[in-house]
């Protein structure tokens, strides 16, 4: 996942990629969605590419990206099981926590 990972790091890729996963674009359309200077975006571009998260084929005189599909599979899956890990540890919690406030009333009961 390192270079997917990398890759997404940087709010503008992650950008990038939002819009990608929504719509083909040119690389002059990409770089109209922000204030920054065209061989910026270009660089983020080709940071995109070579981690295989996006790919471009030329049209003409443009090139046209879009989002490799999977590309992100990694990224997702480490949240999920993220997510799952955390999910079960608060879940022992909550029980815990209620466990202790029935305690509670017991005694003061």
Do not use: N
């Not at 660089?43 to 996006?54: F, N, P």
């Amino acid at each position: 996942m390192g270079g997917t990972w990398e890759a997404l790091t940087d709010a503008t890729r992650r950008t990038i990629v939002e819009h990608l996963a929504r719509e083909e674009l040119t690389a002059g359309e990409v770089a109209a969605l922000f204030d920054a200077a065209r061989p910026g975006i270009s660089r983020h571009l080709r940071v995109l590419r070579e981690a295989g998260v996006v790919e471009s084929q030329a049209v003409g005189q443009r090139r046209v990206y879009r989002l490799v599909p999977g590309a992100v599979d990694e990224v997702e899956q480490w949240c999920r099981d993220v997510r799952s890990f955390w999910g079960q540890r608060l879940d022992a919690l909550d029980t815990e926590i209620t466990r202790g406030a029935r305690a509670r009333r017991q005694e003061q009961g």
